[in-house]
């Protein structure tokens, strides 16, 4: 599905409905260039989730834990890191966890950790304010 947004309000929107759809293990890739909104996309789900502390970029940190009410999410940016680091620092299993959501940034660089079944959050930018979402669930 696509969707176009043309506010950060309706980017919360649309996250809000996108998380409503989301069930334990469900993995979640989000795909576009530097500052296109996987981090912002991925902010308004987890707090539409109920979590309550502010969710920051995990650009440095690669990985962040948070508590929702349903699930633990867990939060990678991979942008700066490799398949066999991935695997070093055991995000194989965290991936596996059947208690939590993953959501990843820059999926591609950790391609070989992704099993087939996952959801692509595809985003464009369409100009400063408007961003084309694609959903696909895989
Ligand atoms: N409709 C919109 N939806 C999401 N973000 C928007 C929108 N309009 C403007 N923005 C702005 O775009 C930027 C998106 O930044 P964000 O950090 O979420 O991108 P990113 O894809 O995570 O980048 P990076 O690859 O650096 O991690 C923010 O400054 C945000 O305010
Ligand atoms: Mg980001």
Redesign the pocket.
Known sequence: MIYI?K??D??RALAKSFATKLKKRDIVCLN?D????????TQFVFSALGVKSPVS?P?FSILKIYQGDKFRLNHF?T?RITDMEAIEAGFDEILEDKDSVSFI?WSENISSLIPSKHIDVN?KILD????EFEIKYE
């Open positions: 947004v506010s950060k309706e980017t576009g530097l500052g296109a909104g996987k981090t912002t996309f970029s650009t940016d942008y940034e985003i400063e304010n408007s961003r």
